[in-house]
């Protein structure tokens, strides 16, 4: 983030971080520069560019200037010196933990976690021959005994997904540092507006860009984040940043690019070899959603909390798990760590289970049965019959998704319509 840039307000930022008027045209409005590649000065240009002596734009496998708007405007909004932008939300947690793993190495995570990535962790990663350890994160001697020589990172997600439950940022950063580790927190249920991890002690953030930054259900991706704050050689653990690069003539990462190493990593390794690229009318999409961030998470959290509040005393309804209730074990940590909202995320239990579940949600009319989250629109999804369909019972259970649960992600319609909508939908299903 530019200095000029530091004195504004996150109101400010979310509309002109990154942005300046396109210097051939003057456009205003970040273009969609849909282009390949880019013509070098020289031919001395390019030796540089691609020797990483100078940055610039090669080839948008690496680099496109419109989603590098996108990725200085969400790096700002973080409190992050740099962002990668990439093709999704589980192309961000690879790019994350690329840099960091070797084959052998572990990741501690949460077992509160969004289903996909459960599975990504307990399963996809291990073709690369790296794991994960889901704990508790609540447990603060778990978490320190899951620990060991071979891991590299700690995970989380801020407000979790499906819901009801919130992490103790602060206290998990505390553990990371203890132990060394750079801490991951996927920050998508929250955003920036809500939690800035970094400033919390988190090292990196990722960010399914597909959800509340773009806000609107029309593109995938991702984003990267990095404090540039951590010290990638102290260990000796992350030679991929600390040691040479074989393919960058032996340059070493850190030495060379100091806090800026891990962002630059990302670009000249992570983007060039596994080429899990943002298209840049994605980036557009996501930067004209992140230019009212603010307004629509501040709508959200209201209108969850209204609805919440509603649902808690229907006769239907046997549980509501939204950290923005009084009665929610984890309402005293949302006001402490997450103070401007508990985000529009939460699960309801209905006592009539699976079979209520069902036909509530094929009762809901405004409400739009699908498997996404963070959109404008209200919508709402069962679970255990589908994201967290590949779980075990007892993974469902431990992430909140068991039989009788609904997710709801509260869009920012009129809350009443959506209460009403709801009304009938429970009724309907207990008739
Ligand atoms: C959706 C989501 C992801 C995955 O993002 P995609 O863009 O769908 O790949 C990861 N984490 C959380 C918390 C999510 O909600």
Aim: aromatic share 8%; net charge negative.
């Amino acid at each position: 983030m530019s200095d000029a840039l530091s004195k504004y307000g996150f109101e400010t930022l979310q509309i002109h971080a990154g942005a300046r008027p396109d210097a051939a045209t003057g456009a205003r409005q970040t273009p969609i520069y849909q282009s390949t590649a880019y013509v070098f000065q020289d031919s001395d240009h390019a030796a540089a560019l691609f020797d990483l002596k100078e940055i610039g734009f090669i080839y948008s496998r690496l680099t496109n200037p419109t989603v590098a708007v996108l990725q200085e405007r969400i790096a700002t909004l973080e409190g992050g010196i740099g962002a990668i932008c990439c093709s999704s939300g589980h192309a961000a947690q690879l790019l994350a933990l690329f840099p960091l793993m070797t084959p052998g190495c572990n990741v501690v995570s949460s077992n509160r976690l969004y289903g996909g990535t459960v599975t990504q962790f307990n399963n996809t990663i291990k073709r690369f021959n790296w794991s994960s350890k889901l704990v508790d994160l609540d447990d603060e001697c778990a978490v320190r005994e899951a620990i060991d020589d071979n891991t590299r990172a700690i995970f989380c997600e801020s407000i979790s997904n499906p819901g009801g439950y919130v992490t103790d940022i602060p206290a998990v950063a505390r553990i990371a540092e203890d132990a060394g580790l750079p801490l991951i927190v996927d920050n998508t249920a929250a955003t920036a507006y809500l939690c800035q991890p970094i400033s919390m002690g988190a090292t990196l953030v990722v960010h399914s860009v597909t959800k509340y930054l773009t806000g609107n259900g029309t593109v995938m991706g991702g984003a990267v984040v990095d404090s540039g704050t951590f010290d990638w050689s102290a260990s000796g653990k992350f030679p991929s940043l600390s040691e040479p690069e074989s393919a960058y003539h032996g340059l070493k990462f850190h030495e060379t690019f100091g806090p800026y190493a891990y962002t630059l990593h990302g670009v000249a390794v992570g983007m060039r070899d596994l080429g899990m690229t943002m298209n840049p009318q994605a980036a557009h999409y996501s930067l004209m959603g992140i230019e009212t961030l603010s307004l629509r998470m501040e709508r959200h959290v209201a209108n969850a909390l209204t609805i919440s509040t509603w649902l808690e005393k229907r006769p239907e309804v046997a549980e509501v798990t939204f950290s923005g209730l009084p009665s929610s074990p984890y309402h005293e940590r949302q006001k402490r760590v997450y103070p401007k909202g508990a985000g529009a995320l939460f699960t309801i239990r209905l006592s009539g289970g699976y079979d209520a579940c069902v036909k509530t949600v094929d009762n809901l009319q405004l409400f739009s049965h699908v498997a996404n989250l963070g959109d404008a629109r209200s919508l709402v999804i069962h679970p255990a019959s589908t994201t967290h369909r590949q779980l075990t019972d007892e993974q469902k259970i431990a992430a909140g998704a068991g039989p009788d649960v609904l997710r709801l992600s509260i869009g920012i319609e009129t809350a009443e319509d959506l209460i009403e909508d709801l009304r009938q939908a429970l009724e309907a299903a207990s008739a």
